[in-house]
């Protein structure tokens, strides 16, 4: 099964970034990870662009939701929000309906110690709106994010490394409920 991986943050050496190649090593082999890279080539959303022919990026965003089996995003936590290009390339998908059913794992990292649980709440939400199947499992808080990744982004801490296995599992049961 291919998993689609976002990183809610543009920073080149962003901590979700790391995480998410932390993720896409530690995943079996049966699900392939695709990193979608184009979050910051998106234009703002308005629903007048949003018409018969809307922007390229936003078609290639749409097609790589609809060729793939899941979605795994990894956010900070942006003045208790997510980012707002995480959220602007969301309510793209609102009108293609990309989202819906689809399985998602919903995970915020911060060095602090909230973990970004606000911009957690907010995803969720904005996920909820969309229709999408977000897994139990998925739903992650990371605090302290810095202390469970090092610099060259190997998991240090063995209960997050657990709770990723059982995100994995839980992607491949819904992919066989589907099937
Ligand atoms: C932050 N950060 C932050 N952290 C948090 O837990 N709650 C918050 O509300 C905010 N707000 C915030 C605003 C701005 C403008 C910045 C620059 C930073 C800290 C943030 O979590 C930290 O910089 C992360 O490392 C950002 O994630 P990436 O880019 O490392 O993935």
Do not use: C, H, R
């Given at each position: 099964m291919r998993?689609?991986?976002?990183?809610g943050s543009l920073r080149a050496s962003s901590t979700n970034t790391r995480l998410v190649h932390a993720i896409m090593r530690l995943a079996p082999t049966e699900i392939e990870f695709l990193m979608y890279e184009g979050l910051g080539d998106l234009p703002h959303f308005t629903p007048d662009l949003d018409g018969d022919n809307p922007p390229p990026s936003v078609l290639a965003l749409r097609q790589l939701l609809r060729t793939t089996d899941g979605v795994l995003i990894c956010?900070?936590?942006?003045?208790?929000?997510?980012?707002?290009?995480?959220?602007?390339?969301?309510?793209?998908?609102?009108?293609?309906?990309?989202?819906?059913?689809?399985?998602v794992a919903a995970i915020?990292?911060?060095?602090?110690?909230?973990?970004g649980d606000k911009a957690h709440a907010s995803l969720l939400l904005t996920l909820t709106a969309l229709g999408a199947?977000?897994?139990?499992?998925?739903?992650?808080?990371?605090?302290?994010?810095n202390k469970k990744l090092d610099a060259e982004s190997n998991l240090l801490d063995p209960a997050l490394v657990e709770n990723l296995q059982a995100v994995f599992k839980a992607f491949q049961q819904s992919n066989n409920?589907?099937?």
């Open positions: 998993i689609l991986a976002i990183s956010t900070p936590e942006y003045a208790f929000g997510v980012p707002g290009s995480l959220k602007n390339g969301l309510d793209w998908t609102v009108s293609s309906g990309d989202f819906s059913v689809k399985p915020s990292a911060s060095p602090l110690w909230g973990g199947n977000i897994l139990e499992e998925g739903k992650i808080i990371i605090p302290m994010v409920q589907q099937a």
